[in-house]
């Protein structure tokens, strides 16, 4: 939005909850710049043919992650990655309520490019790469100590929630309509999840129980 960017929703896949080829295909125009697919309940997004597109179109892929951290996706050539790390972004957020939550608001971008973390690393000071120096027109989105410190003690104990949230979609699937039940199943089947994020569901559950 900063960039003046209008962003253009694109419908999910019914049979995975996440976003739609189909859909994107058709939202595309000359003037698309990136893709930007939100990996959903703990599974990705259909990445290889989203790079694909994005490759054909010299677009750039923004992933969010923030649903779906520690989520690996396999591609044909069964190269499998973290979601996040796919693109030439991936962003997630240490809300409270995420997996990975700190005490109040947080979040993180990654890349592999260095062009890009150093263009990041000055847009959330204020477009300052030199102290004082301002190349561009930024933000304060700087991660507080406090918060930093304690996602520093959470982040070793991901893999546990991680491994206690895996098991309770197949509980859950009792519980939901049939047509979220294929929408999970499928999407569960159709790509290895080393974890599956439904902590919206869990809260849910509690508050049905
Ligand atoms: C998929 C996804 N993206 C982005 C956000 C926004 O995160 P934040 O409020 O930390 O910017 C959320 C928050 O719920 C989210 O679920």
């Known amino acids: 939005m900063l960039l003046g960017l209008k962003p253009v929703l694109v419908d999910v896949d019914p049979n995975t909850f996440q976003i739609s080829i189909d859909g994107i295909k058709k939202a595309l125009t000359h003037r698309t710049k990136a893709i930007i697919p939100v990996h959903l309940f703990g599974q990705c997004a259909d990445m290889e043919n989203i790079i694909q597109i994005a490759k054909e179109r010299n677009l750039s892929v923004i992933e969010d992650s923030a649903q779906a951290l520690g ?117 569960i089947q159709n790509q290895p999840i080393s974890f599956i994020n439904i902590r919206w569901l869990q809260m849910d559950l509690t508050g049905m129980i």
Request: glycine share 10%; proline share 4%.
């Open 71 to 187: 989520a690996k996706y396999q591609f044909l050539d069964s190269r499998q990655s973290f979601a996040g790390t796919m693109g030439d972004f991936g962003t997630t957020s240490f809300f409270p309520s995420k997996n990975l939550g700190c005490f109040g608001d947080g979040g993180a971008i990654c890349t592999n490019r260095d062009d890009l973390a150093q263009m990041a690393r000055s847009l959330i000071n204020h477009g300052m790469k030199v102290r004082y120096y301002y190349d561009n027109v930024g933000v304060n989105s700087r991660l507080d100590t406090i918060q930093a410190a304690i996602l520093n003690v959470k982040l070793k104990s991901l893999d546990n929630i991680t491994c206690h949230v895996k098991p309770q979609p197949v509980f859950m699937t009792w519980l939901l309509p049939p047509a979220t039940v294929s929408g999970f199943q499928a999407g």
